[in-house]
C-alpha cells in the first residue's frame, strides 16, 4: 500500500458523533471552511455558503429539527453548508461540487484532531432550519457538520472491497 498524508487522512477519518465540551477555535473554524471554498465547482462557479453556529439555545432550536439531536446539542460548533441557488448553473454538477467541499471540510477536520459528521438527515426540515436562522430561501441547506473535540467513542466502519465495486476493467 502506498504511504502519504492524503491517504492517511482519507483512510483514518471516521465520523465523530461524541465530542468533549473544549473549544473548537475560531481560526479552526476559518481553516475548515477555507478548505472546503478549495474544492472544485463546475465553471468554478463555488456554490457553498456557509453559516457557523455556537449558540446554545440557537442549536438547542436545530435539535428539534432532526433525529440527531444530541450531536447537534454536543457539537461544540456547527457548520451549516448551504447551495447558494442564485449561483446555480447544472443542479447535478452544484451538488457534486457541494459534495466534495463537504469531503475537504471533513478532511481538514480530521487533519486539525477535530472531530465530525455530515448531518444530512436534518434535510428533511430544510426550509424550518432556514425559517429558524432568518436565513434567505435562496440558500438552501445542503448538510450540517457537526465539530468537536472528539472522545474516545468512535466507531469504525468497514467498506466493501474495491473488487465488488469494480464494474470492468476493460
Ligand atoms: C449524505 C450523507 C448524509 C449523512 N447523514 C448523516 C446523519 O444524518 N446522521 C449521522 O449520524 N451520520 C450521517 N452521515 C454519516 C454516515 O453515516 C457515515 O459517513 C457512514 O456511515 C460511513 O462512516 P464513516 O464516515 O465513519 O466512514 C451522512 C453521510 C453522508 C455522506
Redesign the pocket.
Known amino acids: 500500500m502506498i504511504n502519504n498524508s492524503v491517504l492517511d487522512a482519507i483512510y483514518n477519518?471516521?465520523?465523530?458523533?461524541f465530542y468533549t465540551d473544549e473549544l473548537v477555535d475560531d481560526e479552526s473554524v476559518k481553516e475548515i471552511i477555507r478548505a472546503g471554498s478549495f474544492a472544485p465547482s463546475g465553471l468554478n462557479n463555488q456554490p457553498w455558503r456557509f453559516i457557523t453556529i455556537r449558540t446554545p439555545e440557537i442549536k438547542n432550536n436545530i435539535s428539534e429539527l432532526?433525529?440527531?439531536s444530541k450531536?447537534v446539542i454536543e457539537a461544540n460548533v456547527l457548520i451549516a453548508v448551504m447551495l447558494d441557488t442564485d449561483a446555480i448553473y447544472n443542479r447535478d454538477k452544484d451538488l457534486q461540487a457541494i459534495?466534495a467541499c463537504?469531503q475537504n471540510m471533513?478532511l481538514a477536520i480530521h487533519s486539525l484532531r477535530l472531530g465530525a459528521?455530515?448531518?444530512?438527515?436534518?434535510l428533511n426540515q430544510k426550509d424550518q432550519f432556514n425559517k429558524l436562522l432568518s436565513v434567505e430561501e435562496r440558500y438552501e441547506l445542503m448538510?450540517v457538520v457537526a465539530i468537536g473535540h472528539q472522545t474516545k467513542k468512535?466507531?469504525?466502519?468497514s467498506?466493501k472491497n474495491i473488487d465488488e465495486l469494480i464494474i470492468k476493467e476493460i
Open positions: 477519518r471516521r465520523s465523530v458523533r432532526t433525529h440527531y450531536i459534495g463537504l471533513l459528521v455530515w448531518l444530512g438527515e436534518i448538510a468512535t466507531l469504525s466502519y467498506r
